[in-house]
């Protein structure tokens, strides 16, 4: 069964950066459209970006022109940059993916542990 764990969270400043890493482990045969989740303490987890196979992407307006999403397929992995942070960004980040094992016909939607990110004012 694939994995996905990230990393590179932590406690930043308003107006700095983090970039947020998620690899993914096992017996993988195919990744498809990955993405980066968030949710603040007491809200719903939100859409922060995405990226398909083709390496178009998508960002919600919120984090447009701050956040950028990209991929390494060779790496297995999806990196989120995070600039010009804001305290309203903080909240635990998670990663996600279409994920198909070797022999399965079928992907399975699969999120990473998650990582906190602190903005402080």
């Known amino acids: 069964q694939a994995q996905m764990v990230e990393s590179g969270g932590g406690l930043v400043q308003a107006g700095g950066s983090l970039r947020l890493s998620c690899a993914a482990s096992g017996n993988i045969d195919s990744i498809s459209t990955m993405a980066w989740y968030r949710q603040a303490p007491g809200k719903q987890r939100e859409l922060v970006a995405m990226i398909f196979t083709d390496g178009a992407a998508n960002l919600p307006d919120s984090v447009q022109g701050r956040f950028t999403i990209s991929r390494d397929n060779a790496k297995k992995t999806v990196y989120l940059q995070t600039n010009n942070l804001r305290p309203e960004d903080t909240a635990v980040y998670y990663c996600?993916?279409?994920?198909?094992?070797?022999?399965?016909?079928?992907?399975?939607?699969?999120w990473g542990q998650g990582t906190q990110v602190t903005v402080s004012s």
């Open positions: 996600n993916a279409g994920v198909r094992s070797r022999g399965s016909v079928s992907y399975v939607d699969t």
